[in-house]
């Protein structure tokens, strides 16, 4: 008797699916990786270097001192003073989805902390909540952000993901640019630095404000940064964008940030960023009111062309100020 005639056909057992949550595959190398080893490394591929996107929490977790961190403000929260609705649904209601979805405190999150044993004044744009939008709320935890680092003479440090200002809202998020950018206009003239980390995306009016106006400006690798899209530029002037445009390294090549720094040496180049403009002697020195001085590279830092005046801004080579997983 033939096989395929065989009554009792072939022996068949329930495929075994794998749990989510154990492999993940690279965005730009294809490469399948083990999820542990994604997480210990910082959510940086360890085939290409490829950095993932980071959750909030994780990010906050790497980037301080443990054991530090003082969260400020949680008790804001965004209004609906225009009544907006997409679609049937309130914004209100869009706002308290994405409250337990991700947690309080809005898009933003800021509060007090050390980075190599620093005092710092330090704030984190949420991504998962809305994109990481700019709305009443947010500009008024970054406006707070810096007052009380002026108040403590202490430094400021922002890092940025965000797709901009927030719709909902419409004028009065729009307004938070020019908010913001008067608190950081009051840091400059008290000669307290601020210290500006952009991630990947850091677009529309948060691009246009607060994150492009650090004393140092850090980029980590290949992360999108700009006011308006590639695709929305290229239909605009009709004409084709260099590869790499509004990419971190393009930007590091035509003077727009200092510094571009891998995710696992970020903590350290903070750190040394930080003791710098210290002085050694406790005074911070960011010029004469402008943004940064000259200060001397060492390590394999990527030091870009002093966009902010900071020619030549230190590197980040290995010392006892590695960054701590999360």
């Not at 492999?23 to 959510?43: G, H, I």
């Not at 530029?233 to 090549?253: C, K, V």
Request: overall charge neutral.
């Amino acid at each position: 008797m033939a096989w395929w005639s065989r009554q009792g056909g072939l022996d068949s057992a329930p495929k075994k699916s794998v749990p989510k949550g154990i492999w993940s595959k690279c965005e730009r190398c294809a490469e399948t990786l083990y999820e542990a080893d994604l997480t210990a490394n910082l959510q940086v591929c360890t085939n290409c270097g490829h950095h993932f996107r980071m959750a909030t929490e994780a990010r906050i977790a790497m980037s301080i001192d443990p054991g530090s961190w003082d969260e400020c403000d949680l008790h804001l929260e965004s209004a609906d003073p225009l009544g907006f609705r997409v679609d049937g649904k309130r914004y209100s209601d869009a706002i308290k989805g994405a409250g337990k979805k991700v947690g309080a405190g809005d898009a933003y999150r800021a509060g007090a902390a050390t980075i190599g044993g620093m005092p710092v004044e330090v704030g984190f744009f949420v991504f998962e909540f809305m994109g990481g939008s700019m709305g009443s709320v947010v500009g008024e935890k970054i406006t707070r952000q810096f007052e009380r680092a002026l108040a403590r003479r202490v430094p400021a440090i922002v890092f940025c993901a965000s797709g901009g200002a927030r719709m909902q809202e419409g004028v009065l998020s729009l307004m938070q640019m020019a908010k913001t950018s008067a608190a950081r206009s009051r840091l400059r003239e008290a000669h307290v630095p601020y210290i500006s980390v952009l991630l990947h995306p850091t677009t529309g009016g948060v691009a246009a404000s607060v994150a492009m106006l650090g004393d140092m400006i850090i980029a980590e690798p290949d992360a999108l940064i700009g006011f308006a899209g590639p695709r929305v530029i290229e239909q605009t002037i009709r004409q084709q964008l260099p590869p790499g445009f509004q990419r971190s390294e393009f930007l590091l090549e035509h003077g727009m940030v200092d510094l571009v720094v891998p995710r696992t040496d970020l903590r350290s180049t903070l750190a040394r960023v930080l003791r710098w403009f210290a002085g050694g002697d406790g005074t911070a020195r960011t010029g004469n009111g402008q943004s940064g001085s000259a200060a001397p590279a060492n390590g394999a830092g990527h030091s870009g062309n002093g966009a902010n005046g900071a020619h030549g801004a230190p590197g980040n080579d290995d010392d006892d100020d590695a960054p701590a997983g999360d």
